[in-house]
């Protein structure tokens, strides 16, 4: 069974560049899932994919987003991590981490990690 948890600083302050970490469980990033991916969601705004890295360390990024967002892996640890830079009150959001595999939707998605950003 593949399980992913997410990790997070919880509160931060407007323009603080925050670090989220996935840590994959039950199989590898790097032979497992084809993509493993970071979505968000706010009230009122649904879902909303923010980027997503290969097994082979690719990386792609919404556009609305690439140009602050930086996803990274550490095959050691079996981890995924996504980096918001100058962050602001609309960031605020569940932020999830999910595996998919190429042509199919989202599986094995984690429980979230809130983040809330202060003005």
């Known amino acids: 069974q593949v399980q992913l948890q997410e990790s997070g600083p919880g509160l931060v302050k407007s323009s603080q560049t925050p670090t989220l970490t996935c840590t994959v469980s039950?199989?590898?990033?790097?032979?497992?899932?084809?993509?493993w991916s970071w979505i968000r969601q706010s009230p009122g705004k649904g879902l909303e994919w923010v980027g997503a890295?290969?097994?082979?360390?690719?990386?792609f990024y919404s556009p609305s987003l690439k140009s602050r967002t930086s996803i990274s892996r550490d095959t050691s640890k079996n981890q995924f991590a996504l980096q918001l830079s100058s962050v602001t009150p609309e960031d605020t959001a569940v932020y999830y981490c999910?595996?998919?595999?190429?042509?199919?939707?989202?599986?094995?998605w984690g429980q979230g990690t809130q983040v809330t950003v202060s003005s």
């Open positions: 999910a595996g998919s595999s190429e042509g199919l939707p989202f599986h094995s």
């Open positions: 039950g199989d590898s990033i790097t032979t497992g899932y084809y993509y």
């Open positions: 890295i290969a097994y082979s360390g690719s990386t």
